[in-house]
């Protein structure tokens, strides 16, 4: 790996500790008297946030951990991750209306909370301990491997981050890109 792209890569622990935050912000924004097509947006974006997640980890990270430690805790990691992915297909499965769909969604987040806290606390300080100077290409191989993930699902994510806005506030985000835009074409005729 080259200098700059070692500078600008980010390495592999805080990309997974980027995409916890992520989750959880995602997750704090759910509300069980939200309106069905807001609730389904955060539902669809929290279920392909961490199935990249997921695929980046069992593809990437977990392996070179494994290789390095020998530990069960990957073990452990993958049974969750199970766990996680039964949970997203049986939310798929499931209109926002569904009585049982809140509860499921909360299971979720139950099950994703003990999971970053299990990595934040065991296997992220045993990777910066052992792999110090392997995080950056693998944060380089994580972030080429997000990319081929994510790209053919950009509309999905566009879609759906609409969706999880309130009405007032895809009314303010029209209303400041319109701004910018206007703005933008002042400035350039300046």
């Known amino acids: ?98 009585a049982r769909y809140d509860d499921t969604y909360m299971e979720l987040m139950r099950d994703v909370l003990h999971h970053v806290a299990d990595e934040e606390t065991l296997i992220l300080p045993e990777a910066e301990r052992l792999l110090p100077e392997q995080l950056g290409e693998l944060g ?14 950009t509309a999905d994510i566009a879609v759906n981050m609409a969706r999880a806005m309130p009405g007032p506030s895809i009314a303010m985000l029209a209303g400041a890109t319109m701004a910018g835009v206007l703005l933008g074409r002042r400035w350039i005729r300046h």
């Open 1 to 98: 790996m080259n200098a700059i792209t070692k500078a600008l890569a980010p390495n592999a622990i805080n990309m997974i500790r980027m995409d916890h935050a992520s989750v959880m912000t995602t997750f704090h924004q759910y509300k069980a008297a939200s309106k069905p097509h807001i609730k389904l947006g955060l539902v669809n974006t929290t279920c392909l946030a961490l199935e990249v997640h997921a695929q980046l980890e069992e593809e990437i990270f977990y392996p070179a951990i494994r290789e390095a430690t020998g530990s069960e805790v990957v073990r452990k990691a993958l049974s969750e991750h199970a766990e996680m992915k039964r949970l997203i297909a049986v939310l798929r499965g499931m209109e926002p209306e569904d």
């Open 140 to 153: 380089s191989k994580m972030m080429k491997r997000r990319l081929e993930l994510v790209a053919p699902r």
